[in-house]
C-alpha cells in the first residue's frame, strides 16, 4: 500500500538527525566574588558552590534538557537539576510547577515594581527563585526561572545563575548554563518580572539569610528576553 504524503514526511522528519544546538557563550564566577557569599548559611552557600560549578562546564542552552549529560540544559532544567542535587528530589521540572511549588509553600514574593530599588526587593536574598511570565511564547502564567546570586562584589550589580539563550551578563550575550545580570524588563516589554522564593525546605528560616544590598545603579529598565 502506498504512503501518504503526511506519513512519508513524519517518517523522514523521526529518522533525520537532530540539528546540532548552538555553541554555548557562557560566563561565571568565583563564590567569593558574591559580596554576601561568606554570610550566608552552608546549605546557600553550598547552593551557590555548585552552582557556579555547573558555569564552569561551557554547557549551551538546550530546550528540554535537565541533564549536563546531554550538553545543555534549558532554564527550568538547570534549576531542577542543581536543586535536586541539594537533596530537594521534590523539585518540580518545569517553571510554572516551580512556581506553584513556592506558592505552596508559602515563600512566594509576588512583586509589581518595576525598579529594584522598591521596597518590593528588601526580602531579596541569595538562594532564592526568580520568575518571569511572558518569556517564550507558550501558553503558561509562568515561562522563566533562575537562581538569584547576590551582587557582584566589583561592580555591585545584582547577579543570577541558570540556564538562557538571549540574556546578558556584563554587556555580553550569553548562551547556556550561565551567570547573568539580573535586571527587570521595561514597561514595554511582553516580559514581565512577576516574584521571587526561597527555596522550598533547603533552609529552616530563609528570612535569616542577610539580604542583598540594592544596585544603586540599576533603574530595572534593562529588558529581560
Not at 42 to 59: F, G, H, P, V
Not at 99 to 114: F, I, K, P, Q, Y
Not at 165 to 194: C, E, Q
Amino acid at each position: 500500500m502506498p504512503r501518504s504524503p503526511i506519513l512519508h514526511m513524519l517518517i523522514l522528519l523521526l529518522l533525520s538527525p537532530a540539528l546540532p544546538a548552538a555553541p554555548a557563550m557562557v560566563s561565571t564566577l568565583s563564590p567569593e566574588e558574591i559580596s554576601e557569599y561568606e554570610s550566608q548559611p552552608e546549605a546557600i552557600r553550598k547552593l551557590i558552590r555548585e552552582s557556579l560549578a555547573l558555569t564552569k562546564k561551557n554547557l549551551t542552552y538546550l530546550y528540554g534538557s535537565n541533564s549536563p549529560k546531554r550538553g545543555g540544559m534549558d532554564c527550568s532544567g538547570t534549576v531542577q537539576y542543581i536543586l535536586k542535587s541539594q537533596n530537594l528530589h521534590d523539585t518540580p521540572r518545569q517553571a510554572d510547577e516551580i512556581h506553584d511549588w513556592s506558592m505552596r509553600s508559602g515563600t512566594l514574593r509576588e512583586v509589581t515594581a518595576r525598579s529594584l530599588d522598591s521596597n518590593e526587593y528588601e526580602d531579596l536574598r541569595p538562594g532564592d527563585l526568580l520568575f518571569w511570565s511572558g518569556t517564550y511564547g507558550i501558553n503558561r502564567a509562568i515561562t522563566h526561572v533562575m537562581i538569584y546570586l547576590g551582587t557582584h562584589r566589583a561592580s555591585g550589580k545584582p547577579v543570577m545563575v541558570g540556564a538562557s539563550d538571549g540574556r546578558s551578563y556584563n554587556g555580553k550575550k550569553r548562551r547556556g548554563v550561565s551567570v547573568f545580570d539580573f535586571r527587570l524588563p521595561r514597561a514595554d516589554s511582553k516580559a514581565k518580572f512577576v516574584g521571587y522564593a526561597p527555596i522550598p525546605g533547603l533552609v529552616d528560616d530563609p528570612t535569616g539569610n542577610d539580604r542583598s544590598e540594592n544596585d544603586d545603579t540599576n533603574d530595572g529598565t534593562a529588558l529581560v528576553f
